[in-house]
C-alpha cells in the first residue's frame, strides 16, 4: 500500500464572482519533500495555499492534507498545518516567549507540554538564546520571520506552508532561514513560495509552477530543464564573428542556436549557445574552433540555466499556449 502524501490536490477552482483564480489545479506533495510552489503576482500561489490551509473554500474541486478532506474537516486540517502568511501579522507589543506560549495555547498544547514545546520551537529558529524576552515590535525583520516561523511549528504539524518566507530579508538574514528550512528537511513537509528564486533553487527538492491560475510545470530542476531548455549551453569568448563561429562548428556536424551575443570593450565576443551532440561536447567544440581559420577561441565553458530561465521559459510556453488556442475564451484572473 503506498503511503499516503502529506498534501494531494484535484481539479481545485476558486472563483471571486466573474474572476477565476485557480483553475483545476492538480498536484501531490509527499511527506518529508521540500516543494517550492512558484508563480508570477496573481498567478495563483497564495490563493491556492489559503485554501489547503482551511482558511479560504474552494469553489470545486477536492484537497486533502494527511489524508483528511480540506473541504469536510477544515479544523483538523488546520491542526495538521503550520502556515505562515506572507504579511505575518504579529503583536508588536508583546516578547517572543510571551507569543509563542499564547499561540501554543490555541493551538492545544496541554500545560504540561506547553514550556518544553515552547522551548524546542525557539531553539530550532534560533530565538532560545537571542530574542526570547525581546518585544516583537523591536524585532528586524529577519527575527520577525524567525518568530513566524516559530508559530507555524508549533502544535507538531506534518504540514509547513511558508508563503514569501524570505521576502525584504538582506542576504545574511536570508541564509539563515535556509538553514532553518534545510533542518525541517526529512522531518516536515515544507510548501514554500517566493519570488527569490535561488533560494528555492538552493532549497527544495521539487518546484510547482503555476501561471494564470494554472499549473504549467512540475518536477525537479534538472527534469524542467529537459522540458522546457533541452540541448546543452555553453559560454565562448572568442576573437572573430558569430558567423564564423557557427559556420566553424556546423563545419564539423554540430547543430548550433545562438542564443546570446555581447561585444567586449577589446572587440572580443561573449556567446551562449545552445549545441546538440552527444558525448562530451566541450573538447569537441575546442577542436573544431582550433581548426578555424578566421575565429580564435578564448575560453569556453558549459552553462546550465538556473530556475529563472526554466521559470520564464515555462510561463512564457503557457502564454503563448493560451494565444495559440483560438476557441479558448479567456480567463479573468483574479490577484492572490
Known amino acids: 500500500m503506498e503511503p499516503i502524501p502529506s498534501i494531494r490536490v484535484e481539479n481545485l477552482t476558486r472563483q471571486f464572482g466573474g474572476l477565476t483564480a485557480i483553475q483545476n489545479v492538480s498536484f501531490t506533495v509527499n511527506r518529508g519533500e ?3 510552489f512558484l508563480g508570477p503576482n496573481g498567478a495563483g500561489k497564495s490563493t491556492t495555499m489559503r485554501i489547503l490551509s482551511g482558511i479560504m473554500p474552494a469553489t470545486s474541486g477536492s484537497a486533502w492534507v494527511s489524508g483528511v478532506a480540506v473541504a469536510q474537516d477544515p479544523h483538523l486540517v488546520k491542526q495538521r498545518i503550520g502556515y505562515m502568511p506572507e504579511n505575518n501579522p504579529l503583536p508588536d507589543d508583546m516578547r517572543v516567549i510571551e507569543y509563542l506560549r499564547f499561540r501554543a495555547r490555541l ?17 530550532t529558529c534560533d530565538l532560545a538564546r537571542t530574542a526570547r524576552r525581546k518585544i516583537i515590535g523591536t524585532l528586524s525583520k529577519g527575527f520577525r520571520q524567525r518568530v513566524g516561523i516559530a508559530d507555524a511549528l508549533l502544535g507538531n504539524p506534518e504540514v509547513i506552508i511558508m508563503d514569501e518566507p524570505t521576502i525584504g ?12 528550512i534545510d533542518n525541517l528537511r526529512g522531518r516536515l513537509t515544507v510548501v514554500l513560495s517566493s519570488h527569490i528564486l535561488p533560494e528555492i533553487e538552493r532549497s527544495c527538492d521539487r518546484v510547482i509552477i503555476i501561471n494564470r491560475g494554472r499549473i504549467v510545470a512540475s518536477g525537479t530542476s534538472d527534469s524542467l530543464r529537459q522540458e522546457f531548455l533541452p540541448g546543452n549551453r555553453f559560454e565562448l569568448q572568442v576573437a572573430g564573428s558569430e558567423r564564423s563561429v557557427t559556420e566553424a562548428l556546423k563545419a564539423k556536424g554540430f547543430e548550433v542556436e545562438m542564443l546570446q551575443s555581447e561585444t567586449r570593450e577589446d572587440n572580443t565576443l561573449n556567446l551562449t549557445l545552445r549545441v546538440e551532440g552527444n558525448g562530451e561536447l566541450g573538447p569537441q567544440l575546442i577542436a573544431a574552433l582550433n581548426d ?11 552553462r546550465v540555466p538556473n ?3 526554466i521559470f520564464l521559459a515555462a510561463t512564457k510556453r503557457s502564454w503563448e499556449e493560451t494565444i495559440d488556442s483560438s476557441k479558448a475564451k479567456p480567463v479573468a484572473i483574479a490577484k492572490s
Open 169 to 180: 530579508l538582506d542576504p545574511h538574514q536570508i541564509q539563515g532561514i535556509r538553514k532553518l
Open 292 to 302: 578555424a581559420a578566421d575565429c580564435t577561441l578564448r575560453s569556453l565553458a558549459p
Open 307 to 309: 530556475l529563472e530561465e
Open 34 to 36: 521540500i516543494v517550492g
Open 107 to 123: 493551538k492545544g498544547v496541554s500545560g504540561r507540554k506547553l514550556r518544553a514545546t515552547v522551548q524546542e520551537v525557539m531553539e
